[in-house]
């Protein structure tokens, strides 16, 4: 605050602890608490004469950012602010206001994508109140769960993701272990697993591979059939669309066929 006195040539200024210079007519004070002035003034005839001047200093609004750090995963929002930020009836002005809900709430929500700091300015019937909060963006961390795959009926099949961290896969009904990054998978129908990877921030990553299960094929291997001893017939099964496999394999010229002899 700037004090000022006059009538003389002179000036001497005290308590000086809170003033910038306690010699000059108009020095500036910074007083922590109420304080009483006093002035000496003297004139050009070398009399004195003193005068006071008292200087209230009002409370700062408490005011509480919700600091001083605070971490987030990229990609996150979070509330910032205190419970509450100031008292009842303050107002609230959030710089800077770039990835901010409100600039004029007590607990906005924020989603930097780089490390920020916010700063928050109360005002109330008092002084106002000022205070920060740095929100640190973390990375999230890396999961791939691999390519989609597919498997026959009443199969299992090794899922295999990559990613460091604790795993959570879903659903998990069908999976040997949802905890580990390689389960087993015996699904009865196609399914959509998904892999979840937390880093040891709590920062975490979804990434999902789809299981196709494969309907059986509909064989048949044709009637039954008599033939007389050293006799021959060729038998015709149906159904397969890639391949056939015949047992017992004696007496058969082919095996892998779908009408052997």
């Given amino acids: 605050v700037q004090l000022s006195a006059s009538g003389g040539i002179g000036y001497v200024w005290t308590p000086t602890l809170t003033l910038n210079n306690a010699n ?15 002035v000496t003034v003297t004139d050009i005839n070398g009399c004195t004469d003193m005068d006071t001047v008292i200087v209230n200093v009002g409370p700062v609004v408490p005011t509480f ?25 303050s107002t609230f002005l959030w710089t800077p206001s770039t990835n901010i809900s409100s ?72 999976l040997s272990d949802p905890t580990i990054a390689t ?26 591979v789809t299981v196709t299960v494969h309907n059986k094929p509909i064989v048949d291997a044709g009637p039954n059939v008599l033939i007389c001893t050293n006799g021959s017939t060729q038998l015709n099964a149906t159904g397969g669309l890639i391949s056939y496999t015949w047992t017992p394999s004696f007496g058969l010229d ?3 066929i779908g009408n052997p002899t």
């Fill in 254 to 256: 082919n095996t892998s």
């Fill in 24 to 38: 000059i007519q108009s020095p500036k004070g910074k007083p922590t608490d109420t304080t009483t002035y006093i």
């Fill in 65 to 89: 950012a919700g600091g001083p750090v605070k971490n987030l995963c990229r990609g996150d929002t979070i509330t910032i602010g205190g419970s509450p930020t100031s008292p009842a009836g």
């Fill in 103 to 174: 600039t004029t709430i007590g607990n906005p929500v924020v989603s930097p994508t780089v490390t920020t700091t916010y700063y928050v300015n109360s005002t109330n019937f008092t002084c106002p109140g000022r205070d920060s909060v740095k929100i640190i963006v973390l990375p999230k961390p890396f999961v791939d769960a691999g390519n989609d795959k597919s498997v026959c009926p009443g199969k299992s099949i090794q899922l295999s993701s990559t990613g460091s961290g604790s795993y959570s896969w879903t659903p998990s009904s069908s």
């Fill in 183 to 208: 389960p087993i998978a015996t699904p009865s129908v196609t399914t959509k697993y998904f892999a979840t990877l937390t880093d040891p921030n709590g920062c975490k990553s979804v990434d999902s």
